[in-house]
């Protein structure tokens, strides 16, 4: 329950909310970190400020927080780049089925090509339609592939030229496969697993800074929190393009309104 909180959260809140919520966090681990040291300090009657072995640990935490954040980023970058690459195929297929519609017979091919010009505009909306609305324009979506395939069938059995059938079907096919695949890719989310991993091991590395200086000096403060600036800047960075239609970082919808531009000239 709360991992698909969290994972909601972050997949439907504004950016700059969630930022200041990841800083705040941060900084409230670094105080009780602080808070928790000074009273073993006190519990103890130590006079040294400095634990064995704490050095060392918070390197080790660092590190492999780094590691954990690069490769988080590493994979949302990459199917960022898979849904952009989906949207230049999408558009390309729509318009190769639209252009190969021509062998049809005029009634075959007038249908045809309506079914695509209306299956570009819903693509469209379906590719600026945020996460919690996108349901609604997939279902449309595989109404239209439905009535797509129906309707290349159809044009395939009206061919001026025959060897065109297989280019006709194909061209269909292929519009109705990257749809599929693209719907399937849009609907792939960093793990909730994941977040609480990434989220909860940095609160337990500023909790470490925190703890490791006792009477942490004012420059050594402020670079705590520029720490923690960039921590939140990397972590919202990730989160922000798992979000392509609603983040800063957005998957442009450029081909596909150029098709569709195109079939209105």
Known sequence: MLLSFVADFVATQPMPLIAALIFVALVIAEFLGSYLRKWFQKKRSA??????????????????????????????????????????????????????????????????????????????????????????????????????????????????????????????????DIGSEREAVSLARIPPSVIHMLLGYTMISAFLLGYSQLKASTPQQLANKMLFILLTLALVSIFDLDRPATGAIRVSQQPMAELIASFRN
């Open 47 to 176: 006079s040294g400020t400095e634990a064995t072995g704490i050095d060392y640990v918070l390197t080790s935490v660092f590190a492999l927080l780094g590691l954990l954040i690069a490769f988080t980023f590493s994979l949302t970058l990459d199917r960022y780049e898979t849904r952009r690459d989906l949207v230049v195929r999408e558009a390309n297929a729509i318009g190769t089925a639209h252009i190969r519609s021509t062998f049809a017979s005029d009634v075959s091919r007038t249908e045809l090509r309506t079914l695509l010009e209306r299956y570009a505009d819903k693509r469209l909306e379906y590719g600026a339609a945020p996460l919690n609305k996108r349901t609604e324009f997939a279902e449309e979506s595989a109404q239209l592939r439905a009535k797509l395939v129906v309707a290349g069938i159809e044009a395939s059995q009206n061919v001026s030229i025959a060897t065109m059938v297989p280019s006709l079907i194909s061209s269909v096919n292929d519009v109705v």
